[in-house]
């Protein structure tokens, strides 16, 4: 069964959903004192110039955000009153999603663990990492299976409670037990790769609103 996630997101850019995170991440950063480019605000959010761009447009014609001049061409990003009041409620909008992402998870994942263990199976592998993953393992401290292996193209090379996370591609041909997608961005992307190698998977449905 697939995990569906339902987040109602407020901001559009060009019709399309703005990612309310970042969004919260962007202006968190303009929020400081120190002035910022965009190229700036591309490094400490990871993303490209160009996003960014697309999202400073967004929030300008919001009335979130505004452009200050500098010589030489160069501008910077300040919040606006309403951007501050903004960030305070995507800052709420996120910690009740949380709790509630969190709550629900823990729940579906013991019961999806139990229902593993009842039909014998005594090792499970995670197939990605994320904050479902670590509310994943929590639930698995009730049970008596034993989490042997975590895999996650992304994160490879990362540690995770104590395991190397290898890629999907390597553990999937190397390890023969009950696989359990463990993420909550890229829960459709690990499912087609297991199934392109041919690995049967588990997943619990988390209906969040």
Do not use: W
Request: proline share 3%.
């Amino acid at each position: 069964m697939l995990v569906r996630i339902i987040v109602q997101d407020m901001n559009n850019i060009d019709g399309k959903p703005l990612d309310s995170s970042r969004s919260l991440q962007l202006l968190s950063e303009i929020s400081g004192e120190e002035p910022l480019s965009q190229r700036e605000l591309s490094r400490r959010l990871g993303i490209a110039v160009g996003l960014v761009n697309s999202y400073l447009k967004n929030l300008v014609s919001k009335g979130f955000v505004r452009v200050k001049n500098f010589p030489s061409n160069r501008y910077a990003y300040l919040l606006t009153p309403q951007g501050i009041a903004e960030k305070s409620r995507l800052a709420y909008q996120h910690l009740n999603y949380f709790t509630s992402l969190y709550t629900v998870a823990r729940q579906d994942y013991l019961e999806l663990f139990r229902r593993l263990e009842r039909s014998g199976v005594r090792e499970v592998v995670f197939c990605g990492v994320d904050e479902v993953a670590e509310i994943a393992y929590l639930s698995l401290q009730e049970t008596g299976l034993e989490l042997v292996a975590v895999m996650d193209d992304e994160r490879q090379g990362e540690i995770f409670f104590g395991l190397p996370v290898v890629a999907l591609a390597d553990g999937g041909k190397e390890i023969r037990t009950s696989f359990v997608i463990t993420s909550l961005k890229r829960n459709d992307k690990i499912a087609e790769v297991l199934r392109g190698l041919g690995a049967a998977y588990f997943q619990p449905v988390i209906p969040v609103k």
